[in-house]
């Protein structure tokens, strides 16, 4: 019998209690936020007409997103290239590229006003001058790739992918990443979000997101337990993908630190953000343990071969990525545009209950599809533990 066609163990893992919880908080977040919406409407949410329009719920959408396609890039490195190093983790990026665009997905669903018809009509209306116009079509013809792989890889536990489902799914996984990057470095009128570098930046991030979702949750799979992480899965964390996981920490960094100084040196409106930004404690977590920490333990080939060392900088560098995206997201808000007497200084957001609980239906969605992905597929292709 093909091993691929056999369930994996289930001793020792909490993926039927982490699928109980996370339905019980989806539940009660989403039900929390759909009922906010149908009585109160958007003014549930902090955003204003006066310069901040995107706010938290966008901040998840796009994290989710990037983290999807950068799964998806991460995968192709055996789907597509056929490098046989990462075989062992090519089905759980796929399966956790799907539940993070359903997280992802479901958060924007959630901000839009009316979200069936801005996906019926956006990719039809002909704005090709648009980014998002783009971005949309992007995401039709990635959620196909996925599914494609799905229904004919992953359900069948077929040994190998359809090589033209692999080589859509990476496509679109990376036109999709370099669409969103220019959604924001092409609005000339935004300076802290405006650049060409935008696209290469959100290509790291996307894949550095990648990477400590697969190890979190290989990790999550085995129930944190190291030794029942299969063997080929072990020496690739300590080996290629260990080393991967350092090169991207140290390019986001570059990125981050070029334009905090770049920012901190202009006199262009729109660049005072970054004073604002510097001056909060919180900023200079994120900077120095946010980053600091995950390169550390990275960087160093002694600490980086400790999957418990490696896990504890996957978790701190997720949070910081996420931490990252809101300060980008929002910071390129802060300066009205087209502002007069009404706007004095930086604006200011702070998220509402609701959109936290957007945030929080997000995760929850994300962990239901993952929890019966890990419950019904054989995601580590056959290897023993």
């Known amino acids: ?44 949410y902090s955003g204003d007409s006066r310069g901040i329009f995107w706010g938290l719920p966008i901040v998840t959408y ?33 399966l956790l590229a799907m539940a993070a665009l359903a997280g992802g997905v479901a958060a924007l669903f959630m901000e839009l006003g009316a979200p069936m018809k801005a996906m019926l009509l956006i990719p039809f209306s002909g704005t090709t001058s ?12 990635y959620s196909l790739g996925l599914a494609w792989l799905l229904f004919t890889w992953l359900l069948p536990k077929a ?14 996984a990376v036109y999709i990443t370099f669409v969103a990057g220019g959604v924001y470095g092409w609005m000339a ?31 999550l799979a085995a129930g944190f337990n190291t030794q029942r992480i299969p063997e080929k899965t072990r020496a690739l964390f300590s080996g290629p993908l260990g080393g991967l996981f350092a090169v991207l920490m140290i390019a986001h960094a570059f ?8 920012g901190l040196w202009s006199n262009a409106d729109g660049m005072q953000v970054w004073h604002y930004l510097w001056s909060r404690p919180m900023f ?54 087209f502002k007069g007497s009404w706007s004095h200084g930086l604006l200011s957001y702070t998220p509402s209950l609701t959109e936290w ?21 054989a995601l580590d292709g056959g290897e023993s533990r």
């Open 1 to 44: 019998m093909n091993t691929l066609a056999q369930p994996r163990p289930a001793s020792g893992s909490p993926m039927g209690l982490i699928l109980i919880l996370a339905v019980v908080g989806l539940v009660a977040a989403g039900g929390f936020v759909l009922s906010q919406l149908m009585t109160v409407g958007h003014t549930a």
């Open 62 to 94: 796009d994290f989710f997103l990037l983290s999807s396609t950068g799964l998806a890039m991460l995968a192709s490195a055996w789907t597509v290239f056929r490098l046989p190093a990462f075989e062992p983790i090519a089905r759980r990026s796929i």
């Open 130 to 141: 648009a980014p998002l116009f783009w971005k949309v079509w992007g995401v039709i013809f």
């Open 159 to 172: 040994a190998q992918p359809p090589k033209a489902a692999a080589v859509l799914a990476f496509v679109a």
């Open 189 to 219: 009128m935004r300076p802290f979000w405006f650049g060409g570098e935008m696209s290469l930046a959100f290509m790291v991030e996307a894949l550095l997101g990648a990477v400590t979702f697969i190890i979190i949750f290989t990790h």
């Open 255 to 262: 990125f981050v630190i070029s334009r905090l100084i770049a």
């Open 284 to 337: 200079q977590v994120e900077l120095w343990i946010g980053l600091g920490l995950p390169i550390v333990l990275t960087v160093v080939p002694g600490l980086r071969k400790s999957l418990s060392l490696q896990l504890l900088a996957a978790v701190v560098a997720l949070v910081a990525l996420f931490v990252a995206r809101y300060d980008f997201v929002i910071g390129g808000q802060m300066v009205a545009l």
């Open 357 to 377: 609980a957007v945030l929080a239906t997000a995760v929850f969605l994300a962990n239901v599809v993952n929890a019966l992905g890990e419950k019904q597929l």
